[in-house]
């Protein structure tokens, strides 16, 4: 770490060092990130999986009908089509396993490690120095370095010497704990006595970085980059570049070519970006230790002029400077003395660490989900990025938000999470490639990645900072605990979203699925005709609403995002900025609105009102349900969009509180229409007559609040985003005056005591908390019926039986991967099935030729074993519905022909084992069971021998040489 150029985060931070507690967080992800990256990419390298054979997994993914040239969608719809058949056909393959990876990664450990040891003795050994005591002669130098030593709280473990081949007044730091080196330029020597200020300043600097640890993690991380360069990188740079330079020459026969081109691509940009983002990442890290040691040089003594250079003028443009300087890891003379003169300019993490904190959370959920399978689940997934990117965007946030106060401004967030959203979505980008398309057909849900960074930044900041107006340190601690866990949680609650929910909806899964439309019609069966734009809507939010109220955490966060700032406004004095009266007046507002859209609900619904109540219980009362559902939600949307749009200062919070105000008005009003249904007059949706029914309404007001209390908080917050970001760019044009000499200057926030100074926040705090609280229980414990999105919840996510989709995967472009495609089929059980089929269909011809060859009796009749009847027909009809449980034909024509033949003898031969079984079937006489026999049994019959030449038709699709009268 050298003197010439470094960083502070802010003379406030710098007494105890806290202030660089953000940098420690993101050295962690970043390291983990190279360490997981380590096990996949040696495992690739030292253990490849052929690609040129269809066996084992890949077999039965062909056999499911995976197209390596095809849509990323097709080949998810792998799993919708026939789940258990794939369970089934993988439970027999082993797993990849990472056994090779995981050893090759411990010993690239290993390696670092003791490059982190010897790279001391290398240095030295490479530039050779002296002690600083061969050149005192007079012990001056001794002297003044120990009262410098003192000075910055280093007393022992740091050694002094001198290299007397740099002529540069600079000075360099390196080493390990307990055994630090500080080597002074021999330049620096010379400026001992013509500028002792600038000598201190530099020695004191070098002394920060042992001081805050800075030389650990530099030569940590320098270390670990370089073997992880040389050792995983670069050997598997070469083995996928290999890989695709044989396809592009043409030097390849494998049938996945060029559909192994994009996984190629995509393997070769993630290592290239992840050699960007340790880089550009490293980079910031070590200027903003750079800085912090300034920092704190000065607090220890050193005189801010001494860093009063200029930076050499380049050959470059201004806008090329600012690209490089993201690349060096020491900031410019002029960087550093804007950080020195701004106490607190840099508190936390800036834009572009939290884009590359985004990346690089993304990045760690692919690598390690590849290893460890328990965390490639949704659920897995966002936890483990969660756990690394909430204390980075928390601390970051908090150390800000204290400067913002301390200086008499408000912290929005915004800007941060916006960046750190930017780079989940990036990350993702590159992550979710796996096909042909990369962005796939409806990228605009992408922005809920975006709106979630920026929801849990914006909260988290403005939270903290209203924390800070808190007396004494355990209520700030306990606030900012709380701080973390639900900034934790939303974080995690918008990650979930995404991989079970978002990240299919982006490649179209839930655009073609018919499964929600189906449970819809099937919780409400009726004459969905008229209510065709009602049922897509349902069909279209219901992943969403289902997705935004999972289990305990998220419901309990959302009355977290607004219940935690109101307490925090009622412990603290009034001056926090919330302004509690316009708040509440504006969820007064939202509620009165959210009355005339139900009203208007009643009336819409009243024209269209069926004449009978059975109709009414029917789609009706569905519909009628969810555009109540959709009323609430509208109503809370908007009022936090125009709260958020009209708030200067802590315009999340306040939104949300005013949702929180919203929601309550608007359940009663629920609560009244509903029980005075009858009364409506011209609104009347149910009833005929007028009764105060109180119990419906109790009925209804559970159904709605068990689908908005979580859905309508995050809706909310997200369109505060949206709000504020509007309303910032309308006043924008009025701010960009600068402040001028005679305007005032902006007053610091003055702290408050703990106590409840006035009844009115407290009054909030139970007015607001204590009903919806009530409706927290009442919709998780009522005994409601269950609401919509309840009732059709039960399959709502991807990977669960959809059969109505598509009979086939698509044709496959190439015609060697259709023979594989067709191989891997036979090969995995479709042979299987077929002679299975044809055992069963030979011990019914045995039965019918037994049955031949007896005698007919006095009527001039054979009369049959049933039981052995009964039992052939039966196994015959499950062998054919256990073939249509296998993958369908990776062919469609062939596949509705092969589906039709084995339903056929399902069902026929199911009504033969009836027609042989006295007294099922609901026959009327033997006759009857004699002539429904025949008939299924010349029918099953018929359907068995369409099956043989289908059979020969895939086997022909399999080996197309066969069709070669000239092959050999």
Known sequence: MTASRSAPAGHDAVPGGHGLADTGPRFVLLMTVLTASSVSMLNTVLAPEPDDTPGDALGCLLAAGMDPDGRNLDNLLINLRSPDALAACMSGVPAVQYGKGMVATA??????????????????????????????????LAAALRELCGRAGVTSGVRFRVDPARTTSGAVVYGRPGAYTVCLHAGLLVRRTTDPEGFRAVVLHELAHVRNRDVVYASASTALWRVFVVLALLPYLWHEGGLLLSGLTGRTDSPFWPGAASRITFSVLTGLLLVCLVHLARADLLRRRELHADARAVSCGALPSAWAHRDPDGAVTTSVRRVTALLRTHPSWAERQRALAEPGRLPGAGAPA?????????LLVNTVGEVVPRLSTSEGGAWLATAFLAPVLYVSLARSAATARTRGQTLSGLRAGGWLGCGLVLGEVVRGNRGTDWLGPEPQFLLGLLLTAAVAAAWSAQCAYLALGLAGRGPRHAAGLLNLLVTAVVLWGGLYWWYTTGAYQSMGVYSRAEQFRDLVRQASPGAWGPYARELTAITESLPTLTALDTGVLLPGAALALWLLPLVLRASTAGASGLRLGRTLAAGAAGGLLCWAMLLAVYRVQHGRRPATWAERSGPYGFVHAWLVIAAVLAACVLTAAVVAAVSRRLWLPRALLAVAATQLLAHAAVFVLFSADGCLGPFRVFADRCHWVPSSGRVLVTLVAGNTLAPAVFLGACAAVGGAAVGWAVRRPGRGRAARPGDPAPAPVPAAGSRWRRPAPAGAVLALAVPTLLLFVT?????????????????DAPGDPVTDLVDAAPRARSEKIRVWQALAWLGHGGLEHSRAIGEAAGDLGDALTAAGEQRPGEDGRVRLDEGRFRRVCGTLAERATDALAYFPVPDRDLQKRWSASLSAVSRHGRTCREAMTPGSGGYRSDAERARAFDTALQKMLDAVGSLMPLLEEIGEVALPASRDPDAG
């Open 779 to 795: 919709a998780r414990t009522g005994d409601a019926p269950s609401s919509p999105a309840g009732k059709v919840s039960a399959s």
């Open 354 to 362: 939290l884009l590359l904190v985004g990346v690089s959370g993304t």
């Open 107 to 140: 010993v690239l450990l290993a390696v670092a490690a003791l490059v982190f040891r010897w790279q001391p003795r290398l240095r030295e050994r490479w530039r050779p120095t002296v002690p600083s005591e061969d050149l005192d002669a007079d012990g001056s």
